[in-house]
């Protein structure tokens, strides 16, 4: 990874995206995000089944397949039209971004991926007598395993679609806290599964990230939410960064943090409040005083503000496409502002 020297701060958003247009998204998205900031491939959930973030990640597991049943997406025994329908959305979404991409004067020198974690993934599929995968640890293993085996080929579309571009990707680990915490509940509702020791955690997140370093990935970072975010086991893994929303970290959290700044890790700040899409968004010198100020409080230096990505705190899919536009202008200049501070 780039030393923070040569970096600038740059923003980009978590992936998913409103509408049912992906031309539209990824002209707005690779529009908005142009060096240094990093644009994405776009998740549009309107679209239905299988732009859904189980359903695309799903489609990529190598040697186990995926349905949908009135409870969720299962495991099943041969592909069904929902898995199909998941991996044919993903392929013209991956042709109308070489189409966007090839048609610009200037691309963007680094491109975005999302892909869900194996944990939220286990936590997310359903087993054949509908409970949750995560509950038997040989399935648990299984997904890890898959997606780990799936990723090289959808790197090499990408690389096709984009040559040239660096490819990172965000790792999305949203039910992470209840899978560590115990707190998911099984298909009766009765009672919890058990909780996912941390070193199991750290072995799958390891074997993905190892993965997507062999396919030529330069960047990898795992998505969680603030509550209990598991930053020490996120670092364990080998991971470059990670993201997480600001707003609710504890101190022990922003010293964690501010440990990773100080060891070269990448930190992608939800610094942009995006709970409300009704919201107004905050005044951009606001967001980065959010920022600097436990920045400051932590003895961190101006400096490696450079080496800051900064994000929204959610998902975009609940906004317009014209107000999620506007989210992405805003965190490019929040951008600009943390980049001001560290040039001092």
Request: glycine share 10%; net charge negative.
């Amino acid at each position: 990874m780039s030393s923070v020297t040569d970096l600038r701060a740059s923003a980009t958003a978590l992936g998913p995206w409103p509408g049912n247009d992906p031309a539209e998204a990824i002209r707005i998205i690779r529009g908005e995000l142009g060096d240094p900031h990093l644009p994405f491939l776009p998740e549009l959930p309107a679209r239905g089944v299988g732009s859904d973030a189980v359903g695309r990640t799903g489609s990529l597991l190598v040697d186990l397949d995926i349905d949908v049943q009135p409870h969720g997406w299962r495991l099943v025994d041969r592909p069904g039209k929902d898995e199909r329908r998941a991996s044919s959305a993903l392929a013209t979404d991956i042709n109308i971004l070489a189409d966007v991409a090839g048609a610009e004067d200037v691309s963007a020198t680094e491109l975005k991926i999302q892909l869900m974690g194996p944990l939220s993934l286990a936590a997310s599929l359903h087993l054949h007598n509908g409970e949750r995968a995560l509950l038997d640890y040989g399935a648990r293993r299984d997904i890890a395993d898959s997606l780990a085996a799936g990723v090289a080929e959808h790197l090499r579309k990408l690389s096709a679609a984009v040559p040239g571009a660096r490819l990172v990707v965000q790792v999305d680990e949203p039910e992470i806290a209840s899978v560590m915490a115990g707190t998911i509940p099984t298909a009766s509702g009765y009672r919890t599964l058990r909780s996912i020791d941390g070193e199991e955690v750290t072995g799958a997140w390891r074997l993905v990230i190892d993965a997507l370093k062999a396919a030529g990935v330069v960047e990898t970072v795992i998505s969680v939410p603030e509550i209990e975010a598991p930053i020490d086991r996120i670092l364990a893994a080998g991971a470059d960064g990670l993201a997480v929303p600001l707003r609710a970290l504890t101190t022990r959290q922003w010293e964690q943090l501010a440990g990773a700044v100080e060891g070269g890790k990448r930190v992608w700040a939800g610094a942009l409040p995006t709970g409300d899409p009704r919201a107004l968004l905050p005044k951009t010198s606001d967001v980065v005083e959010s920022i600097w100020k436990p920045w400051r409080q932590l003895g961190l230096e101006a400096s490696g503000l450079a080496g800051l990505r900064v994000t929204p705190s959610t998902g975009l899919a609940d906004f317009t496409p014209s107000a999620a536009k506007d989210v992405l202008t805003k965190l490019t200049k929040v951008a600009d502002g943390l980049d001001q501070l560290a040039q001092g």
